[in-house]
């Protein structure tokens, strides 16, 4: 299963291949995120991200109630786990 999951930015840097990076929480958990396709994210946003990629913002109140049904369910753990995966290992979603 791959979903596209809610973090909250919290810094914004130039990666080492000169890429906008970014430090995202995601209920605790920081993740290294590519902010290429999102030129106007800013510190504080809220961004849905899938396999290491922001691909749109999204309001608080909805990342916070995603957050917490994807706890709940417990796949936020995996979800994390299993994108990083597949990242490393050079394939995709």
């Known amino acids: 299963m791959c979903l596209a999951v809610p973090g909250k930015i919290l810094s914004i840097q130039s990666g080492d291949s000169g890429l906008r990076m970014a430090q995202v929480s995601f209920g605790g958990i920081g993740k290294s995120v590519c902010l290429e396709w999102l030129p106007d994210a800013k510190v504080g946003d809220y961004v ?12 608080e109140k909805d990342a916070e ?29």
């Open 48 to 59: 849905m991200v899938h396999v290491g990629f922001a691909l749109s913002k999204i309001d």
């Open 65 to 93: 109630e995603t957050l917490r049904l994807l706890h709940e369910m417990g796949d936020l753990d995996q979800e994390l786990r299993s994108d990083t995966d597949q990242y490393r290992q050079g394939g995709t979603p």
